[in-house]
């Protein structure tokens, strides 16, 4: 359903991404907001891997509860804190993601809605 695009004219992805994905234009779109690290019962993880892992396993909960799953996402964006923490984000994405490999953006910033957050992630799906 996705078709994933990277054009051989253009520099390659420097990591697990698409530099475009296009979905059909009968897909049924969902938008997902900034995921932090914080699990169910409100505790925010302990350290960058453990935010991240719970940040995806957070934005994948909101997939599953539409009815969608990894191949659904069509982009993600990724506000990390600290520039230190960049392979540890590819690791645990593509670890997630289990190959899938969405257009994706990928930033560090200063910092985010609360000192202790070290990741966000928001994501759009098309079905």
């Not at 932090?36 to 396993?57: C, K, T, W, Y």
């Not at 996402?73 to 540890?88: N, S």
Request: aromatic fraction near 4%.
């Amino acid at each position: 359903m996705l078709k994933l695009i990277n054009p051989s004219d253009i520099a390659a992805p420097a990591s697990r991404y698409s530099q475009g994905v296009s979905a059909p234009q009968s897909a049924r779109w969902l938008h997902v907001s900034g995921q932090v690290g914080v699990a169910p019962d409100g505790r925010l993880a302990d350290g960058f891997a453990a935010q991240m892992e719970r940040a995806l396993l957070n934005l994948l909960a909101v997939l599953a509860a539409d009815g969608m799953a990894v191949g659904n996402l069509v982009k993600i964006t990724v506000f990390i804190t600290r520039a230190g923490d960049v392979a540890a984000y590819r690791e645990i994405r593509d670890r997630l993601l289990g190959g899938h490999a969405p257009a994706a953006t990928l930033l560090v910033v200063a910092g985010l809605a609360h000192p202790d957050y070290l990741v966000e992630i928001e994501g759009m799906a098309a079905a």
